[in-house]
């Protein structure tokens, strides 16, 4: 082999180790993707929060339901209440006054930089949320 060769092949080695330990860094696009999927349910987690803290303050009371969460804020063009799908997402009171949990399932561990929902496990989990009183 003459020098342009064995240096080609040295370059293409180290390109590919550069890749491939790129790859192995990052998770690769299956842990992006499922970093995303988690992500997005995070969001739509405190979306619904958001909508059950604005029905408390409004109504004096917990909704039953997200879907009864959800059907107050279609109801009211003055609250902020974020949009979000309820489907995945399992609503509880907690017995006290203004205080409910959320559960939803998570597909890895959350990250330390997921704000409120930081450090926790991958699985169902549940918040828990107080809302404020509301305003006289």
């Known amino acids: 082999m003459n020098e342009r060769r064995i240096l080609r092949l040295v370059f293409g080695l180290v390109l590919a180790a550069t890749a491939g330990w790129g790859l192995w860094l990052s998770g690769g696009p299956t842990h992006n993707r499922l970093l995303r999927e988690d992500s997005a349910t995070r969001d739509v987690l405190q979306s619904a929060a958001s909508s059950v803290e604005t029905f408390h303050q409004l109504r004096g009371a917990l ?3 997200l879907a ?3 059907r107050f ?4 063009p003055s609250a902020y209440c974020p949009d979000f799908a309820s ?3 399992e609503y509880h009171t907690l017995g006290e006054p203004g205080r409910f949990e959320i559960c939803a399932e998570f ?4 990250p330390p930089d997921a ?3 930081a450090n926790a496990e ?3 989990v549940c918040h828990p949320f107080t809302a404020a ?3 006289d």
Do not use: N, V, Y
Not at 73 to 76: F, G, V
């Open 122 to 124: 991958a699985g169902r």
């Open 87 to 89: 489907e995945a997402l």
């Open 68 to 70: 009864e969460a959800k």
């Open 115 to 117: 704000g409120r929902f």
């Open 73 to 76: 804020c279609d109801e009211q």
């Open 63 to 65: 909704p039953g339901s």
């Open 107 to 110: 597909r890895l561990p959350a």
């Open 133 to 135: 009183p509301a305003q």
